[in-house]
């Protein structure tokens, strides 16, 4: 099988499973992990932020960061398609007791103007704007790069109204290396940023949470709270350590690859590729085919290719380390099979 479902599906790379094996480790509820403090330490430095929590996904990390910048019954501003939003089970509303309010974006990224007007004025009617979320690479748009000026714009906004801002970054790194942005650049435009180590960079498991140290802080007893307290996890940050060290810059060929399928599929009529691809995310539409998106994919992985679906008519293509040029070429040659 050709896995493009997503980056999630990558396994640990041998110098990964070393790492574990060779773990120092200590009781983390008692700050003794030293593998964990390590990870925490370099993942802090690399985003510029002075603190950092290892946690167990980008989701936890999500809805720790919306429990710990905000109020019940306040208000969080959202990209429309964002995954926060869609796809982390309403965590914002069922654990922190918030209200998401979207805005839709261009290319995943929302208007300055539009977060402006949006944030809420002091009236007793209203509810607070506690958060913006910006979501960098954005996934449903097909993994294109928010651009830092439009960060930038949006953080401005945020601090003139004393409104934080989260970024989910679970893939800042891809966006990071397509578009020689430094991470600490995007991350400067943020109170507090998520990335995860368990995509492109393939660790087996975990993200980071950043942000100022006070925040952290909080972070950890809302960890501990919804059961994240680990123990000896510096068996699960040691291949984090070896992500952060090692993985980063070959997303570059993930990025190769996601292009080099896109120009293939884009010239296998009646398929057209919705996004511009810009990372390692390719969305392809099936709507002039005789298959919707299901169907397309059951055809596909008959022939030992998997994918998922992104839409009734739009397949998501995600390329990750797993797959080699060879494989692209391999892929192309399915699909004109199933049409
Ligand atoms: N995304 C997964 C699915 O949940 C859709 C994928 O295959 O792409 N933020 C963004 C932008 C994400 O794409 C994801 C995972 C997360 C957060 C959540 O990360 P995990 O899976 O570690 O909870």
Request: charged share 25%; hydrophobic share 40%; net charge negative.
């Amino acid at each position: 099988m050709i896995d493009l479902r997503s980056d999630t599906v990558t396994k640990p790379t041998e110098e990964m499973r070393r790492a574990s094996y060779q773990a120092e480790v200590g009781d983390d509820v008692y700050g003794e992990d030293p593998t964990v403090r390590k990870l925490e330490e370099k993942a802090a430095d690399m985003l510029g932020k002075e603190s950092a929590l290892f946690v167990t996904s980008g989701t936890q990390g999500n809805s720790i960061a919306i429990l710990s910048h905000c109020q019940p019954g306040n208000e969080v501003l959202l990209e429309e398609e964002s995954h926060i939003f869609l796809y982390e089970g309403a965590s914002a509303s069922a654990l922190a007791g918030v209200q998401p309010r979207t805005l839709k974006g261009m290319r995943g990224a929302m208007r300055p103007e539009e977060v402006n007007a949006a944030i809420r004025p002091d009236d007793i009617h209203f509810p607070e704007t506690d958060l913006i979320c910006i979501e960098n690479t954005h996934n449903k748009a097909g993994g294109a790069v928010v651009p830092l000026e439009n960060m930038e714009q949006i953080y401005g906004i945020a601090k003139e109204k004393g409104v934080s801002v989260h970024l989910d970054g679970a893939r800042l790194f891809n966006a990071s290396v397509a578009s020689g942005t430094p991470l600490h650049a995007f991350a400067s435009n943020t109170d507090t940023v998520q990335v995860c180590l368990s995509k492109g960079l393939g660790a087996p498991v975990g993200s980071i949470l950043a942000g100022p140290r006070s925040f952290i802080d909080k972070a950890r007893k809302w960890r501990k709270r919804l059961g994240g307290g680990l123990r000896q996890a510096g068996v699960i940050a040691a291949p984090g350590l070896v992500a952060l060290e090692h993985m980063v810059d070959r997303l570059q060929d993930d990025h190769d690859h996601a292009k080099l399928l896109a120009e293939g599929l884009g010239n296998i009529s009646p398929l057209t590729v919705e996004n511009e691809v810009e990372t390692n995310i390719l969305l392809v539409n099936v709507s002039d085919t005789s298959y919707n998106a299901n169907t397309f994919l059951e055809a596909l992985k008959e022939k030992g290719v998997l994918a998922v679906p992104f839409g009734p008519n739009t397949v998501r293509f995600v390329t990750n380390y797993g797959v080699t040029k060879h494989d692209i070429q391999l892929v192309l040659d399915k699909v004109k099979s199933v049409l």
